[in-house]
């Protein structure tokens, strides 16, 4: 069965603190893993897509790598604005995706 | 800057009521999607549509039901609301049916039933 858990479930950094969240995945013929940051009470904004094993992809402190069986998300120097839930999600090339529950970041000032 | 516009960001209905949460994009997007999220449970897809006036039922189709008689609109409708319903309800759109590149999303409609 395709499935997607995201850890840990919540994260407290302090400002300038770096540290990562993991996607793990199982899913038949991955095409595509996701990235999306998703504020509260908003709809999830699309981060990054990873296509294939060793892929990586950077966007300001943000930084998506790719194995074969997870994901990481790699929060360089976060400052309070990088607070916000981050889901990972998985697609087998069918219409359907595979989300995880989200790693809740908190940075704190 | 494109977009995905859900109509109504909170909505408050009685069981039983009929409700439409409506759904528009601009970018010319084939595919649409109506997910429901709720706390521990992620983002379950309730139905998706790859055409205007074509539908394809998700994982939870159960109580909804959509319409797509435009391209760029996509809606959701729940025949007779129950309290099991309220959630938040986002809507999405993607350029292609298997969405590798992405999906976009709207801001969401935050729904109660009471």
């Known amino acids: 069965e395709d499935q997607v858990t995201q850890s840990p479930e919540a994260l407290r950094l302090q400002e300038g603190e770096s540290s990562s969240l993991n996607c793990s995945y199982t899913?038949?013929?991955?095409?595509?893993l996701f990235w999306y940051r998703q504020d509260p009470g908003k709809g999830p904004e699309f981060l990054f897509t990873l296509y294939s094993a060793g892929e990586e992809k950077e966007k300001e402190r943000l930084k998506a790598t790719l194995t074969k069986k997870e994901s990481f998300l790699h929060i360089t120097a976060p400052k309070p604005e990088d607070s916000a839930t981050y889901l990972c999600a998985v697609t087998s090339g069918t219409y359907k995706y595979i989300f995880g529950t989200g790693t809740r970041l908190k940075v704190l000032a | 800057d494109v977009k995905v516009t859900q109509s109504s960001r909170y909505l408050v209905k009685r069981t039983g009521e009929k409700v439409f949460l409506e759904c528009v994009q601009d970018m010319d997007h084939e595919n649409m999607f109506w997910y429901r999220q709720d706390p521990g449970l992620g983002l379950r897809l309730i139905y998706f549509?790859?055409?205007?006036?074509?539908?394809e039922k998700g994982d939870i189709p159960e109580g909804y039901s959509v319409s797509r008689e435009k391209k760029e609109r996509f809606s959701l409708i729940l025949e007779s609301a129950s309290t099991n319903q309220t959630s938040m309800y986002l809507c999405?759109?993607?350029?292609?049916?298997?969405?590798?590149?992405?999906?976009?999303f709207g801001s969401g409609t935050r729904l109660t039933v009471v």
């Open positions: 899913v038949s013929g991955l095409r595509g």
């Open positions: 999405a759109s993607s350029q292609t049916r298997q969405g590798i590149h992405g999906y976009t």
């Open positions: 549509s790859y055409d205007v006036k074509m539908k």
